[in-house]
C-alpha cells in the first residue's frame, strides 16, 4: 500500500494533508485525490452519434458533446473520435494534465456471434476487428474498450442512483436494449464480454420479427428504436430525446399509447432479471427523457412472483436512473480513472 501511495503521490495524483493523531503509532497522512492531477477522455459510440467526455481526476465532468455520424463504420467512426477527443483536450487550454487513458464503450454483442446483423442497434463493420488496437493507434493514449450497458451502470454506481448499492441491474436504453449487471460490487461480463444482450431476450414467443432473426425480442417492444418507429408510422418524428419530450409534454396520445405498449414485456423481463440476479434494485436510464422514464416506470405492471417481493425491502424494485444522456461515456471515463488507482494482479508469463 505504501508503494501504491508513493507512486500516485509522485505523479501528482494525491495529495498530503495533515496528520492524523489516532491511538497510538506514527500519526497517519490523510491523502485526498488531487482533481488537477489528471484527466480521462470517455467515448460512447453509437449507430448514429459518438458522445465524447472529459473528466477530471475526481471524476467531474469538464467537457462533453455529441457528434452525429452518418456511418458507424471503423472508416467513419475513428477519425471522428480522433477528432471529438482533440476538441475535448484542447477546451481546458495548453496546460492541460495528462491524459490517463480513452475508455471507449461500444453496443454489442463483440466479435461474430448469432446476433450478428441485428440491425440499427449494432455497429457495422466490427465483427472482425479489434476495437482497443485501432483506437490506440488513432489516439496514442491507452484504450478500454467496454460495453455500453456496463459503463453506464458504472456511471450510475459512481454518481448516479446507484451510490449507496453493491447489487443492481441497470437497463441501458441506447438505439436498442442494452444491461448492465453489478453483483456485489463486481462486473458481471460472461465469457466473451457479451453478457447483458437484454434487448435480444424473447418475452413474446412468435411476436415481432426483430432484426436479428427472432420473433418477440424485448428491444422490438420498448426502446428508443421501437419508440421511433412506432411514432412514425403515426406519422410523427422522434429521432432525439427533444422530440420524445416535446411530445411528452404535450399528452401526446401515441406516445402514451406507446408507453401503454412498452410497459408490459418490459415489466416481464425485470422479473426475469429480478429472479436471475437477485438485485437491491433495478435501474432503467441512458438514452431516453428522465420524465419519459418516469412515466414508463409508473405504467409497470410488476409481476409478485420474484425473490425481490420480500417484507425487508427498503427501495423501490424499479428506480430511474440520475447519471442522464452521457451515462455511458462518462462511465467510460470513470473506468479509466478506476483502473489508475486500483491495482490489477494479472499472471506473469
Known amino acids: 500500500m505504501s508503494n501504491i501511495i508513493a507512486e500516485l503521490e509522485g505523479e501528482a495524483l494525491i495529495l498530503a494533508g495533515e496528520r492524523q493523531t489516532k491511538g497510538r503509532g506514527l500519526p497517519a497522512v490523510q491523502y485526498t ?22 473528466v477530471n481526476f475526481l471524476g467531474d465532468t469538464l467537457y462533453t458533446k455529441r457528434i452525429h455520424i452518418k456511418s458507424s463504420e471503423p472508416a467513419v467512426v475513428l477519425p471522428a473520435v480522433k477528432a471529438a477527443c482533440d476538441e475535448a483536450l484542447s477546451s481546458i487550454g495548453k496546460n492541460a494534465p495528462p491524459v490517463l487513458g480513452a475508455g471507449i464503450v461500444m453496443p454489442g454483442p463483440f466479435g461474430r456471434v448469432g446476433l450478428t446483423g441485428a440491425g440499427k442497434a449494432e455497429l457495422v463493420g466490427w465483427d472482425d476487428k479489434d476495437p482497443q488496437a485501432l483506437f490506440e493507434d488513432v489516439l496514442q493514449v491507452p484504450v478500454r474498450v467496454e460495453n455500453d450497458a456496463t459503463a453506464a451502470a458504472i456511471a450510475e454506481q459512481t454518481t ?7 447489487s443492481f441491474c441497470f437497463v441501458y436504453f441506447g438505439t436498442g436494449l442494452g444491461l448492465g449487471v453489478i453483483s456485489n460490487g463486481e462486473i458481471l461480463r460472461g465469457a466473451f464480454g457479451n453478457a447483458g444482450e437484454l434487448g435480444h431476450v424473447v418475452v413474446e414467443r412468435g411476436g415481432r420479427l426483430c432484426s436479428c432473426g427472432n420473433r418477440g425480442c424485448l428491444e422490438t417492444y420498448t426502446s428508443r428504436m421501437a419508440a421511433s ?57 441512458g438514452a431516453m427523457p428522465p420524465e419519459l422514464l418516469e412515466r414508463l416506470i409508473d405504467k409497470l405492471d410488476l409481476i409478485d412472483a420474484t425473490v425481490s417481493v420480500r417484507a425487508d425491502r427498503t427501495l423501490p424494485r424499479v428506480v430511474r436512473g440520475a447519471s442522464g444522456w ?11 480513472i478506476h483502473d489508475t488507482y486500483i491495482p490489477s494482479i494479472s499472471k506473469v508469463a
Not at 489528471?38 to 452519434?49: F, T, Y
Not at 411528452?248 to 401515441?254: R, S, V, Y
Open 33 to 54: 485525490l488531487n482533481p488537477a492531477g489528471a484527466v480521462a477522455l470517455g467515448v460512447e459510440v453509437r449507430p448514429n452519434a459518438i458522445l465524447c467526455a472529459l
Open 160 to 166: 448516479g442512483s446507484a451510490t449507496e448499492l453493491q
Open 229 to 285: 418507429e412506432f411514432l412514425q408510422k403515426r406519422g410523427k418524428s422522434a429521432e432525439s430525446q427533444k422530440d420524445l419530450s416535446d411530445l411528452l409534454a404535450a399528452n401526446d396520445p401515441d406516445l402514451e399509447e406507446w408507453i401503454s405498449e412498452a410497459a408490459d414485456p418490459l415489466a416481464q423481463a425485470i422479473g426475469t432479471l429480478e429472479n436471475l440476479f437477485d438485485p437491491e434494485a433495478v435501474i432503467l436510464g
Open 326 to 336: 452521457m451515462t455511458a461515456a462518462l462511465g467510460a471515463a470513470a473506468l479509466i
